[in-house]
């Protein structure tokens, strides 16, 4: 089982950046970022595969931009314009699936971080 280790949260203005990233004991085909707010499901940010390809949740591809570095096992989510809404716990997860979409929820992911909080005040 992949190891996931979070970092880069915290509480930020509306309008700001934050660049989170996630340390991987390994990598792996699939590579995803999602969060959940207190009382919702948890919500698909985006995803990554090893060939880097990309896919992202409704309306976030403006704002949210995710990469990796296979070399480093390093994900990472750049988010500019922050909201109040964005407001959340963000989570890495990872899969060894060659289907890796946004759009096929969290189900398939195998591997989860600890999560990093981020707070966006209005």
């Known amino acids: 089982q992949v190891q996931l280790v979070e970092s880069g949260g915290g509480t930020v203005q509306a309008g700001g950046s934050l660049r989170l990233s996630c340390a991987a004991s390994?990598?792996?085909?699939?590579m995803g970022w999602f969060r959940q707010a207190p009382g919702l499901p948890r919500e698909g940010v985006a995803t990554?595969?090893?060939?880097?390809?990309?896919t992202y949740g409704v309306s976030m591809k403006d704002r949210f931009t995710i990469s990796k570095d296979n070399i480093k096992k390093t994900l990472d989510l750049q988010i500019n314009g922050l909201k109040p809404g964005d407001t959340a716990m963000y989570f890495c997860?990872?899969?060894?699936?060659?289907?890796?979409?946004?759009?096929?929820?969290?189900?398939?992911?195998?591997?989860w971080g600890q999560g990093t909080q981020v707070t966006v005040s209005s």
């Open positions: 997860a990872a899969h060894e699936n060659v289907d890796c979409t946004v759009v096929a929820g969290p189900g398939p992911f195998r591997g």
């Open positions: 390994r990598d792996s085909i699939c």
């Open positions: 990554i595969r090893r060939d880097g390809r990309t």
